[in-house]
């Protein structure tokens, strides 16, 4: 097992509305096919009733000097949230003086790929994803999302209540749900504990699946359309207390971590200036009274100050699984 690397750190000093979408198995043969030759089949999913994630057009070259643009996963919240993303955005507008556009992708792989094109100017991303781009271009984080008072999180091995599973390794050949390729919580945990147990990761599950948000991973669980799934706890706990139903029909098998809460993060080439004012915008929340509407708007407490050691665990995982290669 390899040691922590350095990563590059800038600067040292409302729950999420659940989704009522559901999932419904599509492809089959297509998944059959694509099985036979990359190994485990893979199971795809479709979204009927999830609102459409905003693809803006995001233009290539950096943004205006008097612009702002913020990009967001839907990996970690759920896509659609409009007024939520226009209540961030304002806040950001007020504090930088700057328009501010907030710009969303599926993945955390399309997101990366905008902030090391400079298309985006910051974005909010998990541990994996920071990883990722910090080795792969040199993505710096500015802060830590906070919760329950720490920059700290778990992923969550869940199966439906009346699963028999004690164990991971009782899910040996069973369907699994994963967020995204890049997910620390949603694949790259779930994956090294497997790795933990003897087994190849990729082929321990015989049939999984993407679901692009924890939010979707839960409610797959929920409706008993797979056999597991791993999910960031903090999605998981907003989505108990705000849902009977993900309370009465899951149970948590395994806590893994604690990790490094979900990062905001700029490009290498990001303007000093905006990267120092965002740092400092970011920190100053938790004490303005006029941002509390905002921060519950995102279900976080505020953003902690960067530690370079936050990310160790999750840069373990990902030494272990091979992170740097799960791109597509």
Not at 5 to 32: D, H, I, K, W, Y
């Amino acid at each position: 097992m390899t040691s922590p690397r350095s990563l590059p750190v800038s600067g040292r000093n409302a729950p999420l509305q659940p989704r009522t979408a559901r999932l419904v198995f599509v492809g089959l043969l297509v998944s059959g096919l694509l099985g036979a030759c990359a190994g485990a089949p893979k199971t795809y999913v479709n979204f009927e009733d999830a609102p459409r994630v905003d693809e803006q057009e995001v233009q290539t070259a950096p943004s205006h000097g008097d612009e702002v643009r913020f990009a967001i996963a839907p990996v970690l919240s759920p896509a659609g949230e409009v007024d939520r993303d226009k209540l961030f955005a304002r806040y950001l507008e007020q504090h930088l003086g700057k328009d501010v556009q907030i710009v969303r992708r599926r993945t955390y792989a399309e997101i990366n790929d905008l902030v090391q094109s400079g298309a985006v100017d910051a974005a909010l991303v998990c541990g994996g994803a920071y990883v990722e781009g910090a080795l792969e271009f040199g993505m710096q984080a500015l802060v830590a999302s906070r919760k329950f008072g720490q920059p700290f999180y778990s992923s969550y091995l869940i199966v439906p209540a009346d699963s028999p599973a004690e164990h991971l390794a009782d899910l040996e050949g069973g369907s699994f749900a994963f967020t995204d390729p890049l997910s620390n919580s949603g694949r790259l945990v779930p994956l090294f504990e497997v790795s933990r147990l003897g087994n190849d990761p990729e082929g321990f599950f015989g049939t999984t699946l993407f679901t692009n948000g924890h939010d979707n991973s839960i409610h797959a669980v929920v409706d008993g359309l797979v056999d597991g799934a791993a999910v960031d706890s903090w999605v998981y706990e907003d989505m108990v207390a705000a849902q009977s139903e993900v309370r009465d029909r899951t149970k948590i098998l395994e806590r893994w971590g604690p990790f490094g809460a979900p990062p905001v993060v700029v490009g290498p080439a990001v303007d000093p200036e905006l990267r120092d004012q965002l740092r400092s915008v970011l920190l100053g929340m938790s004490e303005d009274p006029s941002a509390r509407p905002v921060l519950d708007a995102l279900g976080l407490d505020g953003f902690s100050p960067m530690d370079p050691e936050l990310y160790a665990g999750v840069e373990r995982v990902s030494d272990v699984v091979g992170g740097r290669t799960l791109r597509g």
